[in-house]
């Protein structure tokens, strides 16, 4: 299916910050799952290129990354900013993942908030380990909207959560597809994965959590006022970081970002 969320210039700018808030929990789990020194990995669904760059840190000058996305805007950025870095291990290329194939079998095949937007997750997943080599890693992180939340209860954040997880619907995406993963994975004929949950947890006035929520937001609104979630003076969105930070400090609570979900297997 079509990215629902555009790949304008707002956008990859919002992946980009998305990528620095989320990168300990990604790269925690790439670790663990096992991607090393000398590594070839692919990373489908690339974007701005940043879980590639993260990729790239982990496998080392000795190994090698190559980075896939359908849009050439973002082929584009990543490539230019991977020359801007010096970044040496590590290519992209515009490609369609329904027709996608290499001249070679990889060590491991990764992704992050990819999966999320296909009709059949299963299916895809299928297709992309059979790009891999036997005993070669399958790497997933995915999102689960829902999962987030607030202690005290904040109203406005559990609200605006809410709103999110709708428009991820109404688009056509799974929100929840993060706690799915397991089944997605042994559908798909691989062995039970491996699987960590992780999670930003914020408290008090510097918090990230509430830029990181209003910024979804921003880019779901359209799908938000066109499918009848919410207008766009019902949301404020040029307020709503500073009103979350405010119902939050009023209330000591602690916030906890939508959840990630890590899976991780070898093909047999």
């Not at 940043?50 to 190559?66: E, K, M, P």
């Not at 830029?211 to 880019?219: F, H, K, S, V």
Request: aromatic fraction near 6%; charge should be negative; include cysteine.
């Amino acid at each position: 299916m079509e990215y629902p969320l555009g790949h304008g210039d707002a956008e990859l700018d919002r992946l980009i910050k998305q990528s620095q808030f989320f990168g300990v929990l990604t790269e925690q789990v790439l670790r663990l799952a096992g991607v090393a020194a000398g590594m070839t990995v692919l990373d489908v669904g690339c974007g701005a290129g940043d879980v590639s760059f993260l990729a790239a840190s982990l496998v080392g000058a000795g190994g090698h990354v190559i980075g896939v996305d359908r849009s050439a805007d973002a082929i584009a950025l990543a490539r230019r900013r991977a020359a801007a870095t010096g970044v040496a291990n590590v290519e992209f290329r515009v490609a369609d993942l329904a027709t996608f194939a290499l001249e070679h079998r990889v060590d491991a095949v990764i992704g992050r908030l990819v999966l999320m937007y296909f009709a059949d997750p299963v299916a895809q997943l299928r297709q992309l380990v059979e790009l891999v080599r036997s005993g070669g890693l399958i790497v997933f992180q995915e999102m689960h909207v829902r999962g987030g939340g607030s202690e005290p209860r904040c109203e406005l954040w559990e609200l605006a959560i809410r709103r999110v997880d709708d428009a991820f619907r109404r688009a056509g995406a799974d929100p929840s597809l993060a706690s799915k993963l397991a089944r997605v994975f042994v559908d798909a004929g691989l062995p039970r994965p491996d699987m960590l949950l992780g999670a930003r947890v914020d408290h008090g006035a510097p918090a990230a959590s509430y830029g990181a929520l209003t910024e979804i937001t921003r880019t779901l609104l359209p799908v938000m006022e066109r499918t009848g979630i919410a207008t766009a003076h019902e949301i404020e969105i040029d307020t709503l970081a500073m009103r979350l930070r405010d119902e939050a400090l009023a209330h000591r609570a602690t916030v906890f970002a939508p959840p990630l979900v890590g899976a991780w297997a070898r093909r047999a």
